[in-house]
């Protein structure tokens, strides 16, 4: 009877110890799955994130381009509705993306785009992650990056964090965009005809302009008053402030002489090249062989315009 008993006792302990056993095995493999569980809802989390990140990188300067075209479309409808040129011209720009006004004229077309519009917009889609966006420190500035192109920069503290303090990200970024001049009016043509004859930055398709004594490409060229890229000349962005001076980024355009005089503007024997035409400066002129009467032409244009023998 006792041989039988610490059998029995002997087996029961057998059992509860592989029930032990079996048990921590269990516990340990759950706490193994849960904490691999647990790094790939972090990682997969991150990951989210971290495309997010990357999205809103992607997508900014495309709203900085948006609202830097309509900034100059809307110094564009200024000019053409005061007369008068951009002054103050980062203050302005910073005035329209910031404020959405243009000297403390709210405007209408700025509404979503400025920075406050833009940081609101990046967070509805943040929200939908769980997510939040700060930009802080903002400077918008707006350059001449060459004859054809406005280049706009947003430089900004972009920080973006997970509202379950899972993860964050801080960095400056200098968010790049680029809004092409042509199509836009130039501002010499509104400010010194008072919006009677207007013209549009188009690039000259006529180059070569003279080809032997063949003068027709520049015939063209100057009727429809067409650019080209000229470092004698002001930018697009000079033009908006009615800045006249050279830059290596500038654009000019033959001023149709017959355009003006249709409209009863009184015109001028000059060079008809526009921002010698529309300043107070009056260099010697030519005439050029087979170009119409008006067409006259400085010296410093001669070789440009390919009219070299041409003129008397």
């Known amino acids: 009877m006792g041989i039988k008993l610490k059998t029995k006792n002997k087996k029961s302990m057998i059992f509860t110890i592989l029930v032990i056993t079996l048990l921590s095995f269990f516990l340990v493999s759950y706490s193994v799955f849960s904490i691999v569980q647990d790094r790939k809802t972090i990682n997969d989390r991150i990951e989210t994130l971290n ?27 200024h000019i053409t509705e005061h007369g008068a040129y951009i002054t103050n011209f980062n203050e302005t720009i910073n005035e329209a993306f910031f404020n959405g006004t243009i000297y403390n004229v709210t405007q209408e077309l700025m509404q979503g785009v400025t920075y406050s519009g833009i940081v609101e917009a990046t ?25 054809w192109r406005v280049k706009s920069t947003l430089v900004a503290n972009l920080y973006i964090k997970d509202k379950g303090d899972l993860a964050s990200w801080n960095k ?24 009677l004859v207007t013209n549009k930055i188009n690039r000259t398709i006529y ?41 290596e980024n500038g654009i000019e ?60």
């Open 51 to 77: 495309d997010f990140v990357l999205a809103v990188e992607e997508d900014l300067p495309r709203q900085v381009y948006i609202s830097s075209f309509r900034i100059i479309f809307l110094f564009e409808n």
């Open 123 to 147: 967070n509805e889609k943040a929200r939908k992650i769980n997510a939040e966006v700060y930009l802080n420190n903002p400077i918008l500035t707006i350059t001449q990056e060459d004859s």
């Open 172 to 195: 400056t970024v200098e968010l790049v965009a680029y809004v092409p001049v042509e199509n836009f009016e130039d501002p010499f043509y509104t400010i010194n005809t008072n919006s």
């Open 207 to 247: 180059e070569p302009f003279v080809q032997g004594n063949n003068v027709t490409n520049l015939k063209n060229h100057a009727v429809n008053s067409n650019y080209i890229n000229s470092s004698l000349a002001p930018s697009f962005v000079d033009r908006l402030q009615g800045k006249l001076s050279s830059n």
């Open 253 to 312: 355009s033959i001023v149709n002489i017959e355009k003006l005089s249709n409209q009863g503007i009184e015109v001028r024997s000059k060079s008809v090249v526009d921002y010698i035409y529309f300043s107070l400066d009056n260099p010697a002129s030519y005439n050029v062989n087979e170009m119409p009467n008006w067409f006259k032409i400085d010296q410093d244009h001669i070789e440009i315009y390919d009219v070299q023998g041409l003129t008397s």
